[in-house]
């Protein structure tokens, strides 16, 4: 996912579970990509789901498996602070790239 600053959308939905419901046991990468200015990003829980704010666009992770799927957070250049809230790492493998600066 690129950054969406500019554009109408204002947040994303991203279903990772089987189309019959219950996890798809496939490897999945979620990538989210901040700005290459300076990006306060939080990543909590929220009701079984990941909730990515503080970009333009939220971003909402549903049905993720902790054993397959990773959540990647990329915020580029600039003085970024990204905050993983120590639960999510119960719904999903979770990496945080600050960028080529930190
Ligand atoms: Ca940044
Ligand atoms: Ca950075």
Redesign the pocket.
């Known amino acids: 996912m690129n950054d969406l600053t500019g554009t109408d959308v204002k947040s994303v939905d991203v279903g990772l579970a089987a189309s019959g419901g219950g996890g798809d046991a496939s490897a999945d990468t979620v990538v989210v990509n901040?700005?290459?200015?300076?990006?306060k990003v939080k990543v909590a829980p929220s009701g079984g789901s990941v909730k990515v704010s503080g970009l333009a666009a939220q971003v909402r992770i549903t049905g993720a498996e902790p054993a397959n799927d990773t959540l990647r957070i990329q915020?580029?250049?600039?003085d970024?602070t990204v905050t993983v809230v120590p639960a999510v790492l119960a719904l999903i493998q979770t990496i945080v790239d600050l960028?080529p600066d930190e």
């Open positions: 901040g700005t290459t200015a300076p990006d915020t580029l250049a600039g970024d960028g």
